[in-house]
């Protein structure tokens, strides 16, 4: 296209030369032209764009990109448009955010002004995108298919341990040492009947009144994190002493504070004084787990004082609980002489309590090597990977040490590195130990994942096993050769988990299946409602883009890497079924000049045949949002324009529609910097004009005639701090590019 450069360069030379004769031509200095005024007038002469379409057999329209706001104006870019184009595209002006309302739907209000415009002025209007994976709410979607978070509710409440109230008076409660424990009439008369420990003659020297609890049914000691009592000195009877302590079956623990300390005085009533169980801050200690299990025991609260004496009453605990409980074999319900099947025989039989506590116990007789083995059911809902542990009351005669103590669980025995003297039966004892042995259950993995050792007292409960809701055989006891005990209140304690519901993909597709609905329904039916004037649709767009960043969404994870594509189509052509209207549905990719224009297109092509492939898909044709660029090295040029031809030639063999859009040109100097528009020359734009003319040139020759949908050039105006050149400048005059259009038109 040199000849456009050489007829303004002569426009020019014919101007200058009348300078150059003799004075008396002076006048005719009033009448040259500058080289701006010179190309106006020459660009002047073209006839309106669209005037030189050859549109015999062919589709084809020309368009111009324009925001949507410009377009509805009805302004001097408005007037230009219609005289020179047939169609404006609207490619970029809407995507979900940029109509999202504040509510979450989505305004479809321009659109639709937008469609009315379009009508009214006789010009087609192509609507842009309808899915792509970038330019979407993200954020949003995601949140869609978050997991769904169901906390254990915390159930908190108090269980009155004992008011002394149904107690008559003068009953008496045994004593961990000296003196006594009487019940007697509150010396306040304030609260009926009261616990009174120690006497003026013999005072209780570090000695308490052992009180044997019970809890109800379902309730474990672990889940009590308060102990509460009321309590009043006689005088100052160890008021002070080493302070107040609290003891479970026998095991002292040290609240960290005196009675006077608590506010207790001589001969009055300290009114619901509150002990942590779980918290070493005084009044308080930390509850071991080995007694967390315990359902019944012996609890004893009081000063450590060589001479106490004081009264008790209202003993109450307060229990939060999120989601635990226990599943316990006690034997109560077992007739006497009921004898457990043996993993290694030996004998066991059901009798009752020798030191007459607990009811019906369970005797091992001698035991070599072997233990008695339980059916345990598991609570309903619950798995043994809920579980975190297992308690055993006993009383042990004989086999402290052996090989240690073992658990059995179908089959599997598991070690723990502790024998029966290791929790506290050295010497066998013959005295009860109420959840004296305690196993705590882990997850596989906990450690021995981390390199790490399993901790004595502990047990990794294999993935294979935490699913069971019912275990076959337990097992609990020592591996002696002469294991001779009393067992009773094999507690096994869970705790429920919050749960984490995770949506299936069946369920995270139905909801992006309705999103999608949402968008490509609600804008499609906006371009056609009562017009019908908004016929043409990007149906995908850039399926080719790898771009990630916080607004892109990939479809194809959820929908199917072909389905989400044959989705987007179904719902656009289902929502004009009953309208009347037949929509061309494009499948878009933006091309800059630099990329492997071949490789992409061939990519292009492949997806779309993937998506026709279930005989039901149908994509018209394909668009190409091409970004083009004018190298001023000779050797870039014309690889540019063959990737340019090479592009033409795969599309126009598809048998699908053409479009080209977006269409945009710079140029750049042999270093390949850009040079701005307020920067090029008369040759700059000429050489540009020449390569858009190629490329409207090209289209036209390779893409088949019925198949030509036509081009759609990215913006009119040009603006003077830009690098992009088009046809008018900012105040609508003509640019060099216009020629080139013209040139590529014909």
């Excluded at 004075?23 to 005719?28: C, T």
């Amino acid at each position: 296209m040199k000849y456009i450069n050489n007829k303004i360069t002569a426009l020019i030379l014919v101007a200058v030369s009348a300078v150059s004769c003799a004075d008396e031509y002076d006048y005719r200095l009033r009448m040259e032209k500058p080289e701006d005024v010179a190309v106006s007038e020459y660009l002047n002469q073209f006839d309106l764009l669209k005037s030189y379409i050859n549109r015999d057999g062919s589709p084809f329209q020309l368009a111009a990109g324009m925001p949507v706001s410009e377009f509805v104006k009805k302004d001097v870019a408005f007037s230009t448009l219609l005289a020179n184009f047939d169609a404006v595209d609207l490619n970029g002006s809407y995507d979900p955010i940029s109509a999202l309302k504040v509510d979450g739907t989505y305004d479809f209000g321009g659109m639709q002004t937008a469609a009315d415009v379009a009508a009214e002025a006789g010009v087609e209007l192509y609507g842009g995108v309808l899915c792509s994976d970038q330019g979407q709410r993200a954020a949003y979607y995601n949140k869609l298919i978050e997991p769904i978070d169901i906390p254990v509710e915390t159930e908190k409440g108090t269980t009155k341990l004992f008011n002394f109230d149904s107690d008559a008076i003068g009953k008496t409660y045994p004593m961990t040492g000296n003196s006594s424990a009487t019940v007697e009439e509150d010396p306040a008369g304030e609260s009926g009947h009261v616990l009174h420990v120690g006497t003026n003659d013999v005072k209780a020297n570090d000695s308490y009144a052992k009180l044997h609890v019970v809890l109800p049914s379902g309730r474990i000691l672990g889940d009590y994190v308060r102990l509460n009592i009321d309590l009043r000195h006689v005088g100052t009877d160890g008021i002070w002493g080493n302070g107040m302590k609290v003891l479970i079956n026998g095991t002292k623990f040290d609240l960290g504070t005196n009675a006077d300390a608590l506010g207790v005085a001589n001969n009055t009533w300290k009114r619901g004084i509150t002990i942590k169980l779980n918290d070493a801050a005084a009044p308080g200690f930390v509850m071991p787990e080995s007694l967390k299990s315990l359902t019944e025991f012996d609890l004893s609260v009081g000063s450590q004082s060589g001479a106490a004496q004081y009264f008790l009453d209202n003993l109450s605990m307060d229990y939060e609980v999120s989601g635990k409980g226990n599943t316990v074999i006690n034997f109560e319900d077992d007739n006497l002489g009921t004898a457990y099947p043996m993993t290694n025989g030996g004998k066991n039989e059901v009798v009752t309590d020798p030191d007459g506590e607990s009811g019906k116990v369970l005797q091992i007789v001698h035991a070599n090597q072997s233990f008695p083995k339980f059916h345990v059911k598991l609570k309903e809902g619950m798995t043994l990977g809920n579980y975190t542990g297992v308690a055993m009351d006993m009383r042990l005669n004989a086999g402290q040490y052996g090989a240690g103590m073992r658990i059995v669980i179908n089959g599997t025995t598991f070690e723990f590195g502790r024998s029966a003297a290791d929790y506290g039966f050295s010497g066998g004892q013959n005295v009860w130990k109420r959840g004296g042995i305690y196993v705590k259950f882990v997850k596989e993995g906990t450690y021995t994942a981390l390199g790490e050792k399993v901790p004595v007292g502990t047990i990794e409960i294999p993935n294979s096993m935490k699913d069971l809701t019912e275990i076959n055989e337990f097992s609990l006891g020592s591996a002696s050769g002469d294991w001779d005990a009393y067992i009773d209140n094999l507690s096994f304690t869970w705790e429920a988990q919050p749960q984490h519901i995770e949506k299936t993909p069946e369920e995270k597709a139905e909801i992006f299946t309705k999103e999608m609905e949402k968008w490509i329904g609600g804008m499609v039916y906006a371009g056609v409602n009562d017009v019908k004037s908004v016929k043409v649709w990007n149906i995908i767009s850039n399926p080719l883009d790898k771009t990630l960043n916080e607004n892109t969404f990939k479809w194809s994870e959820y929908l199917g890497e072909a389905d989400y594509a044959r989705t987007a189509v179904k719902i656009a052509r289902d929502t004009v079924k009953n309208v009347g209207v037949e929509l061309d549905l494009f499948v878009s990719q933006t091309i800059n000049q630099y990329d492997e224009m071949a490789n992409m297109a061939d990519e292009l092509i492949s997806l779309v045949q993937t998506w026709e492939e279930d005989n039901v898909t149908k994509i018209d044709g394909y668009n190409i949002l091409l970004n083009a660029i004018y190298s001023k090295d000779a050797n870039f040029q014309k690889g540019n324009e063959e990737i340019i031809s090479k592009l033409f030639e795969k599309l126009g063999k598809t048998g699908k529609l053409v479009r080209v859009s977006n269409l945009s040109m710079m140029v750049e100097d042999s270093d390949g910097n850009y040079i701005a528009t307020n920067k090029m020359s008369t040759e700059d734009r000429s050489v540009a004009a020449s390569y858009v003319a190629f490329i409207m040139q090209e289209y036209r020759k390779l893409i088949p005639q019925d198949k030509q949908y036509g081009i759609s050039i990215s913006s009119m105006t040009e603006t003077n701090t830009g690098y992009q050149i088009c046809p008018w400048t900012s105040g609508y005059n003509r640019n060099g590019m216009y020629e080139g259009i013209v040139e590529g038109l014909k």
